[in-house]
T-cell receptor
Framework: KAGVTQTPRYLIKTRGQQVTLSCSPI?????VSWYQQTPGQGLQFLFE???????NKGNFPGRFSGRQFSNSRSEMNVSTLELGDSALYLC???????????????FGEGSRLTVL | GQQVMQIPQYQHVQEGEDFTTYCNSS?????IQWYKQRPGGHPVFLIQ?????EVKKQKRLTFQFGEAKKNSSLHITATQTTDVGTYFC??????????FGSGTRLLVRP
């Protein structure tokens, strides 16, 4: 069974640009979560999607957005990039059966974004 | 909002020594999960604890969930170089967001 796939793995952007990251969850998983990982802040929750609906959102500015498609694939977008957006963006899928998502997360390898 | 604190931030041990990381939440957790992230890798799920006072073992790893379901610990007996990595606890808040602790980075001297 294929794992969580994230593309691109590495990318370099300049301030003011926008970026779109893609995540394909494990087959059959309907929940996708996104996290930002930086050395100083650890793993910060961005958002969670389930069946194309955003179920939860972290404390990030509106420049960070996401969506989920009917095949459970998800994308996140960051507009007007800032230097501080440089980070590893991790996507994780899980297979929740109920609203109380208590499933374990399966992480992808991440997309490492560098903003110059 | 909910905060999950983890200590220590770093731990450098001699191979064979024991290691413990502690996780504390500002609110009661419905459950707690533990993940390990090897250097350059991604977090990998280790275990989930659900019941108050629960203790689970995985070979040399022992996981505990506090009676009040606000704290947890991971203890590794006789560390090996393969234990190197960052260990994260993660708890679900009242809206079921999975909030990660800041992590404990374990370094093992051979």
């Amino acid at each position: 069974k294929a794992g969580v796939t994230q593309t691109p793995r590495y990318l370099i952007k300049t301030r003011g640009q926008q970026v779109t990251l893609s995540c394909s969850p494990i087959s059959g998983h309907r929940s996708v979560s996104w996290y930002q990982q930086t050395p100083g802040q650890g793993l910060q929750f961005l958002f969670e999607y389930f069946s194309e609906t955003q179920r939860n959102k972290g404390n990030f500015p509106g420049r960070f957005s996401g969506r989920q498609f009917s095949n459970s694939r998800s994308e996140m977008n960051v507009s007007t990039l800032e230097l501080g957006d440089s980070a590893l963006y991790l996507c994780a899928s899980s297979q929740p059966g109920t609203v109380r998502n208590t499933g374990e997360l399966f992480f992808g390898e991440g997309s490492r974004l560098t903003v110059l | 909002g909910q905060q999950v604190m983890q200590i220590p931030q770093y731990q450098h041990v001699q191979e064979g020594e024991d290691f413990t990381t502690y996780c504390n939440s500002s609110t009661t957790l419905s459950n707690i999960q533990w993940y390990k992230q090897r250097p350059g890798g991604h977090p990998v799920f280790l275990i989930q604890l659900v019941k108050s006072g629960e203790v689970k073992k995985q070979k040399r790893l022992t996981f505990q969930f506090g009676e009040a379901k606000k704290n947890s610990s991971l203890h590794i007996t006789a560390t090996q170089t393969t234990d190197v990595g960052t260990y994260f606890c993660a708890g679900r808040d009242s809206s079921y967001k999975l909030i990660f602790g800041s992590g404990t980075r374990l370094l093992v001297r051979p």
